[in-house]
């Protein structure tokens, strides 16, 4: 952990209706004191899903990731594709508006570039 300055984390979960983070910013928050990291990027795949994806996870990434034990962080890159039976672009328009929603402390930190992309794929 202490030469470690880069994650790249590629998940794909099927049916989000509880966590769609698979837990991870509870794993991130046990490696916020003892880490170097510049960078953490996220590419999360949900299929098969017909719900909002949202939860507490989002907004939990958010917290861990903006507190000073992360002093080292430069960059966070999160990147959702959504795989949806539901022809509805609510679902589309809501994951856009994450950045203000569930990501306000990134969103506007001075310290970290924050980089958030939204690709749903219509089955």
Same mark, same amino acid.
């Given at each position: 952990?202490?030469?470690?300055?880069?994650?790249?984390?590629?998940?794909?979960?099927?049916?989000?209706?509880?966590?769609?983070?698979?837990?991870?910013?509870?794993?991130?928050?046990?490696?916020?004191?003892?880490?170097?990291?510049?960078?953490?990027?996220?590419?999360?795949?949900?299929?098969?899903?017909?719900?909002?994806?949202?939860?507490?996870?989002?907004? &939990? #990434?958010?917290?861990? @990731?903006?507190?000073?034990? $992360?002093?080292?962080?430069? /960059?966070? *890159?999160?990147?959702?594709?959504?795989?949806?039976?539901?022809?509805?672009? &609510? #679902?589309?328009?809501? @994951?856009?508006?994450?950045? $203000?929603?569930?990501?306000? /402390?990134? *969103?506007?930190?001075?310290?970290?570039?924050?980089?958030?992309?939204?690709?749903?794929?219509?089955?």
């Amino acid at each position: 952990m202490q030469t470690l300055k880069h994650i790249f984390l590629n998940i794909c979960v099927d049916n989000a209706r509880g966590d769609p983070l698979c837990g991870i910013p509870s794993e991130l928050e046990d490696m916020r004191t003892k880490n170097i990291i510049e960078s953490v990027t996220i590419e999360i795949r949900v299929e098969q899903t017909d719900t909002s994806c949202s939860g507490e996870a989002w907004g &939990r #990434l958010d917290e861990v @990731l903006t507190t000073p034990e $992360w002093f080292a962080l430069k /960059r966070v *890159s999160l990147a959702i594709e959504i795989a949806t039976y539901d022809s509805d672009d &609510r #679902l589309e328009v809501a @994951l856009l508006q994450f950045p $203000w929603t569930q990501f306000p /402390r990134l *969103s506007t930190s001075n310290s970290v570039s924050f980089d958030f992309k939204v690709n749903p794929v219509w089955w």
